[in-house]
């Protein structure tokens, strides 16, 4: 069989199945008399027009036909209806939407009630908000449904939206809601995590703030930062371009028992810039130093044994408006563990514009996908 003869043999498939979809829907549609129609389900809308004054949808299809609602109906002339009639196998939208509710939402979030066929997604704290990108893909690969969410690892507000779904048509073949559980599998593809670290501490690095030639201006800026997600700078330090003191500070700053240990500046490859090694000499485990973010390549990013994170900062931190920082900063706020592959994926998506006017979180920094 020749190439175009498979795609021909495809092509007459695929319009069977669309066939039987159709048939098997129409048959789920059923003729009554409008004064019968309370409790069913309308199949499309309903149009209600008064010259001068209206011309609109007065009733949506889906929508489910009460008492009051029979006047109305007459008045625009409808005398009869096509309704839908449960049939084994098939689903209304409103049943559809909520099964793929069951599979998306978590705790700390909350649905909206279903309209029109789709329910959406709140949150119900602030936090970091996920989601299991590869498994919505093949959720949203099953034909007649679709499932719509902010990007993932993205900081949220109690009240913010997450996420919406629906399926496409008014009625839907249940084996497709079951196809796309399957995919899913046991774990809702969406969470949000409460912010969860409390206290942090800075360790400023560099002779000429130690020594006082210069005023300290990166440390303001990381505490504004912090507080944003809650942490309170509750230890700060200055320190010269000496790997030893340097070292000595952060055993220091981990004996008080901060959440998170910061290191600003020294982080280049200058001579003079100790940080790095420093932070190496501490113990802690260096996930990377380095990342494909611009601005912010320098970032080092280790863990202690405890996996209190520990994080040293490049100066673009200090004059940048959206740095690596604010990429990774959610994620440890949150108490997730960084991995060397989640620094990896950064690269696609981490060219900051350098816009004239900065509407970051809004915008493609740090968007992956």
């Not at 979809?21 to 499309?44: F, P, W």
């Not at 109906?73 to 049943?95: P, Q, R």
């Not at 399926?167 to 774990?187: N, S, T, Y």
């Not at 000595?248 to 001579?271: F, H, N, Q, R």
Request: proline share 5%; hydrophobic share 40%.
């Amino acid at each position: 069989m020749c190439l175009d003869d498979r795609y021909k043999m495809i092509d007459t498939l695929i319009r069977i199945e669309t066939r039987n979809d159709k048939e098997t829907r129409r048959k789920s549609m059923k003729l009554i008399r409008t004064e019968d129609a309370v409790g069913h389900v309308l199949c499309h809308d309903m149009t209600q027009i008064i010259p001068g004054v209206i011309k609109d949808a007065r009733f949506w299809k889906g929508h489910i036909v009460t008492e009051e609602d029979i006047p109305v109906l007459l008045s625009i002339g409808k005398e009869h209806l096509y309704v839908w009639e449960k049939t084994e196998g098939m689903l209304h939208e409103d049943e559809g939407a909520e099964r793929l509710r069951r599979i998306t939402q978590n705790e700390n979030m909350h649905p909206s009630v279903v309209k029109e066929g789709k329910i959406e997604l709140f949150a119900d704290v602030d936090g970091l908000f996920q989601v299991d990108v590869e498994r919505l893909y093949d959720v949203n690969s099953v034909d007649e449904i679709m499932i719509a969410t902010r990007h993932t690892n993205t900081a949220v507000k109690k009240g913010d939206k997450l996420a919406g779904m629906r399926v496409i048509p008014l009625i839907i073949d249940e084996k497709r809601l079951e196809e796309a559980e399957k995919k899913a599998g046991p774990e809702p593809l969406l969470k949000v995590t409460p912010w969860k670290l409390k206290t942090a501490g800075v360790i400023t690095t560099g002779s000429e703030v130690y020594k006082g030639l210069i005023k300290d201006q990166f440390t303001p800026i990381v505490e504004k930062k912090l507080e944003t997600f809650g942490i309170q700078m509750t230890k700060h330090v200055l320190c010269s371009d000496d790997t030893k003191m340097i070292t000595d500070a952060i055993a220091e700053m981990k004996e008080t028992g901060v959440d998170l240990i910061i290191c600003t500046g020294g982080m280049s490859v200058d001579p003079d810039d100790k940080t790095p090694g420093a932070i190496k000499a501490s113990g802690a485990e260096i996930v990377t130093y380095g990342a494909p973010t611009l601005p912010g390549a320098m970032l080092c990013l280790a863990y202690f044994e405890d996996d209190t994170p520990i994080v040293g900062l490049p100066g673009c931190v200090m004059y940048a408006k959206a740095t690596v920082f604010d990429l990774i900063l959610p994620r440890m706020a949150a108490g997730i563990k960084i991995e060397r592959r989640d620094i990896i994926r950064m690269g696609h998506g981490g060219l900051c514009l350098g816009c004239k006017e900065c509407h970051y979180p809004v915008c493609p920094f740090g968007k992956e996908a």
